[in-house]
């Protein structure tokens, strides 16, 4: 057995990882995929994907996202007929070693809903449930678009650069009351990757919400949706939302997709009457890294 730890996948590696996580899923009847992207982890430099061998054969792996120093979000696949031998706590090991170097304490689980292994592996770990996420898919067949061209709307979107820095800053601190430090790291690279956009919404020339999007072929996907508090329930947060989808569509993409916190039911009710629907639901627990059962 030997383990390699990296940055960022390629090439062979990547292949073999795709090759694992589709035979698991498979196996698991399960339907979800590990998010591989390193470009928005707070350090470039941090192993964030560790891969373990028997034979010069990929057996199991694991994979963390660190957008911020707080936490990092973990999920692993295992082969069915190898699992109970202790691989993945190898790989936690491993993981754990390199988290420390970052001062990285807090560790955050990630176990499909139905998946029977992934939570017998968190049951053993001892960890903590916290809340429950689920992944959306628009159905464009139902997608309810007020044609936002000819519709009156109130807000203005404008795609962001560097520049703008800390103008999506200081409205993201305030949609998502987040330390400043964090909104930075991610927001900058959002801002400095290629297949990513950043748009702040502006309502007579105020900034009152953000959104970003990812493109990944035919796919375009949102993440850090927002409304500053004093402007929710006033109907924007559904016009911005039009007003990204409206984006993605005329970039070409034919599937739209999201993540929202299953107990964010504003949110969530606003995408549902929008037309997106649940595909996946994940389920996260919390462990500090010093209390993490390896023995």
Do not use: W
Not at 3 to 19: D, H, Q, R, T
Not at 60 to 80: N, R
Not at 177 to 185: G, I, L, Q, R, T
């Amino acid at each position: 057995m030997f383990i390699k730890g990296y940055a960022s996948l390629e090439g062979k590696a990547l292949n073999e990882v795709f090759k694992l996580e589709r035979i698991c899923n498979e196996y698991d009847n399960l339907q979800g995929s590990m998010f591989l992207d390193p470009s928005l982890n707070f350090d470039q430099g941090i192993k964030t994907v560790f891969l373990l061998y028997e034979h010069c054969e990929l057996i199991s792996m694991l994979s963390m996202f660190i957008p911020t120093q707080l936490e990092a979000e973990i999920t692993g696949y295992t082969l069915p007929k190898y699992r109970g031998n202790g691989y993945f706590k190898a790989l936690l090991t491993k993981a754990v070693d390199e988290l420390r170097k970052f001062h990285i304490a807090e560790l955050l689980f990630v176990c499909e809903t139905q998946s029977k292994a992934g939570k017998e592996v968190i049951k053993a770990l001892k960890a903590n449930y916290e809340h429950t996420e689920y992944f959306m898919r628009l159905d464009l067949g139902r997608y309810k678009n007020r044609n936002v061209s000819t519709s009156g709307e109130r807000l203005l979107l404008m795609r962001s650069g560097l520049d703008d820095l800390e103008k999506v800053i200081e409205t993201s601190v305030r949609a998502f009351d987040e330390p400043y430090e964090d909104a930075k790291s991610r927001i900058e690279n959002c801002l400095r990757s290629g297949t990513r956009e950043q748009y702040l919404a502006l309502l007579n020339g105020e900034r009152i919400g953000l959104a970003a999007t990812n493109y990944d072929d035919e796919v375009g996907s949102i993440f850090g949706f927002g409304i500053v508090p004093e402007h929710r329930g006033k109907g924007y947060g559904e016009e911005l939302l039009n007003l990204i989808v409206n984006c993605l569509k005329q970039g070409g993409k034919t599937e739209i997709t999201l993540d929202v916190n299953s107990e964010n039911e504003q949110a969530l009710g606003l995408y549902k009457k929008l037309g997106f629907r649940v595909e996946v639901a994940y389920e996260y627990y919390r462990q500090e890294s010093s209390s993490v059962h390896l023995n």
